[in-house]
């Protein structure tokens, strides 16, 4: 799988209509017309797309989102839902982390108590994380019973990489680290 069909992928899933669920479901479908090798591959870009997003100027600004509950896994979290929002809103927020003030899924958050955010709509997305394995132990024909192959496929497939970021297409990452326009939507003291 090249960066072109992972990105491919991505903006398909981040168009498609419904909740999550029927989006992970679509994504694995669409996979699933591969072979287990792609599937290894997908993942390995995936998480070379979520290793870009590891800036402080990030995750600063999805714990301003979360009202300061942006724990490690959620931020790994976070990387995986706006890895899932498409190639050029990843690369906007890349290049600008404020630039999240103008996603539409970020926006229908803002004035809204925490502890009324349904769970489709936390900037998170943890389950995206597990359906490349799912599809590879599918196709595998061995449907949970030896996590160990797909892991040792994907070390094979991302030790090929000169570069850990080399499954992604070169992108600007954190330009600017401010986000004024992120603070005035969630300011720190509406995080409850």
Request: aromatic content about 10%.
């Amino acid at each position: 799988m090249d960066d072109k069909t992972f990105w491919a992928l991505m903006d398909g899933l981040s168009r498609r209509p419904g909740g999550r669920r029927e989006r992970l479901e679509w994504l694995r479908g669409a996979l699933r017309l591969g072979s287990a090798a792609e599937a290894v591959e997908f993942q390995a870009r995936l998480e070379a797309a979520c290793a870009a997003v590891a800036t402080g100027a990030l995750w600063s600004a999805a714990d301003r989102i979360e009202g300061g509950l942006c724990s490690d896994d959620g931020f790994d979290y976070f990387a995986l839902w706006l890895v899932a929002q498409g190639r050029e809103t990843y690369g906007a927020v890349l290049a600008d982390p404020d630039a999240l003030a103008d996603v539409p899924e970020v926006r229908a958050l803002v004035g809204r108590p925490l502890r009324e955010w349904h769970d489709d709509e936390w900037p998170e997305w943890e389950e995206l994380d597990y359906a490349a394995r799912e599809v590879f132990d599918d196709l595998a024909g061995r449907p949970g019973d030896c996590p160990e192959a797909f892991d040792e496929a994907l070390d094979a497939v991302q030790e090929t990489w000169a570069d850990p970021e080399e499954g992604i297409a070169a992108v600007a990452v954190a330009a600017r680290t401010g986000t004024p326009r992120l603070d005035a939507l969630f300011p720190a003291e509406a995080g409850s």
